[in-house]
C-alpha cells in the first residue's frame, strides 16, 4: 500500500495523479491512500469541501493529524510510569479479537469522509486492508509513505509507531535515507512502514514563490524573499496579520499595501535592522515565512475548481475573526491569478517610507 501524505492546507498542490495512477498500473494488488495530514488546521466546513472533492475524483482518503496525536501520546506518558502504550486490561484472547475487528469496521466506514481519524483508527484501518490480503508478521504489509518535504511523514510514522523512530524538522530534507519499520502490537504485527525522503514531483504549474509558502524549499537560503511575501498578503487578511504581529497596516486597497510595506512594518516592530538601522526586509520576510509555514499565520485554500454558486462562501483564514473582516475564496483565487511571476520592486519610495514611521512610532 502507498499513503501519499500531503498538507491539508493546500492538498492539491501536493496531490500526485500521475503517482496514484503508476501504482494502479504497477499491479493489480497495489493499494493507493491519500492521508491528509495536519488536518487540524481545517474547519468541519473545509474537510467536508475537500472530502466531497476527493469523492468526486474517486480518490481514497483519510483526515489525520500527527501533531494532535503527538501531543496525546505525550500527555499520556507524563500521566503513567509505564513505557509501553496504553493497552486492554483483562479479557482473553477472543475477546481482544472481536474488539479489534470491531475497531477495524468502525474505521473502514470512516473512509472517505471528512472524519479526523486517530492513531488508534488509522492502525486498525491499515490493519483491515493488511488482514484483507492475509498478511503475517512473516509477510507484511508494506506501507510506504510519500510526499513532499516537510508535510509530515516522519512525525506519521513516529505516532504509528508509539514513540520516536525517525528523527523530524521543521527545515524540509531532514529524512535522507530509505528506511522500514516493523510495528508490533495487537491489531499491527502484520504492517511495515516504509520512509523515504521528500519527494518533489514534477509540475509545470508552481513557482518558486508557491514552493517556498509551501515549505517545500527551504526559508533561509531563500534570495528573491519579494514574491513568496507577495503571495501571503494577497492570501491572509490584513485585519488577520495585524492581530499577529501588532502592527498597524495601511488600508489593504491602498497602494501602499505592499510586501517591501509589510516587510519594513514588522522589520520595525521586531527591531530586525540593518547596521545603518533601518528595517531589514529580508530578516523580516524569513520571520513572515516561517510564521506561515508552520501555521501560526493560517491559510487554507480550496478545491481547484471552485466556484460560490455551487460551493457556497467558504472562510479560508481568521478563524477566531468575524467572517466579515476576512476576504472570501474567490476574491483570493482572482487575486492570485493576477500577481506578478518576478515579484515587485525591492525599494519603497519616500511616501511609503514615512507612512512606515508613522505606523511603527
Not at 508557491?210 to 534570495?223: F, Q, R, W
Not at 500577481?339 to 512610532?361: C, M, W, Y
Request: one cysteine or more; proline letters at 4%.
Amino acid at each position: 500500500m502507498l499513503l501519499q501524505i500531503v498538507d491539508a492546507r493546500n492538498p492539491y498542490f501536493y496531490y500526485s495523479a500521475d503517482l496514484e495512477k503508476y501504482i494502479k498500473e504497477v499491479g493489480k494488488g497495489k493499494q493507493f491512500l491519500l492521508l491528509v495530514n495536519k488536518a487540524d488546521y481545517l474547519t468541519e466546513e473545509l474537510r467536508a469541501h475537500w472530502s466531497a472533492y476527493f469523492k468526486e475524483q474517486s480518490i481514497n482518503h483519510v483526515f489525520f493529524s500527527a501533531l494532535q496525536e503527538q501531543d496525546k501520546l505525550d500527555n499520556w506518558r507524563d500521566d503513567s510510569d509505564e513505557e509501553d502504550l496504553p493497552r486492554e486490561e483483562g479479557g482473553t484472547v477472543a475477546k481482544e479479537r472481536r474488539e479489534q475487528e470491531e475497531r477495524q469496521k468502525a474505521a473502514v466506514q470512516h473512509l472517505n469522509s471528512p472524519y479526523l481519524f486517530d492513531r488508534g483508527e488509522l492502525l486498525a484501518l491499515l490493519g483491515y486492508k493488511a488482514a484483507l490480503d492475509g498478511k503475517t508478521p512473516d509477510d507484511r504489509l508494506m506501507v510506504g509513505m510519500v510526499g513532499y518535504p516537510n508535510v509530515g511523514k516522519s512525525s506519521v510514522i513516529n505516532v504509528l509507531c508509539g514513540r520516536k523512530r525517525v528523527g523530524v524538522a521543521s527545515m524540509p530534507g531532514k529524512t535522507k535515507h530509505f528506511q522500514t519499520l516493523n510495528l508490533e502490537g495487537a491489531g499491527c504485527w502484520n504492517l511495515c512502514l516504509c520512509d523515504c525522503p521528500g519527494l518533489v514531483f514534477p509540475s509545470f504549474a508552481n513557482s518558486k514563490a508557491e514552493m517556498m509558502c509551501c515549505g517545500v524549499l527551504p526559508i533561509d537560503t531563500m534570495k528573491d524573499y519579494i514574491s513568496p511575501v507577495s503571495l501571503i498578503i494577497r492570501r491572509v487578511p490584513r485585519d488577520v496579520l495585524e492581530e499577529h504581529y501588532k502592527s498597524k497596516l495601511p488600508a489593504a486597497d491602498s497602494k501602499n499595501y505592499t510586501a517591501s510595506m509589510l516587510l519594513q512594518v514588522i522589520g520595525a516592530k521586531k527591531g530586525l535592522v540593518t547596521g545603518r538601522g533601518i528595517p531589514n526586509e529580508a530578516m523580516a520576510a524569513r520571520a513572515v515565512l516561517k510564521d506561515y509555514v508552520n501555521g501560526r499565520l493560517l491559510f487554507c485554500h480550496v478545491r481547484p475548481d471552485f466556484d460560490r454558486a455551487a460551493h457556497g462562501d467558504i472562510k479560508q483564514s481568521g478563524f477566531a475573526l468575524p467572517t466579515s473582516e476576512v476576504g472570501d475564496a474567490e476574491e483570493v483565487k482572482e487575486e492570485e491569478s493576477h500577481e506578478e511571476s518576478d515579484g515587485e520592486d525591492d525599494d519603497i519610495s519616500d511616501e511609503e517610507r514615512e507612512e512606515v514611521h508613522e505606523l511603527t512610532s
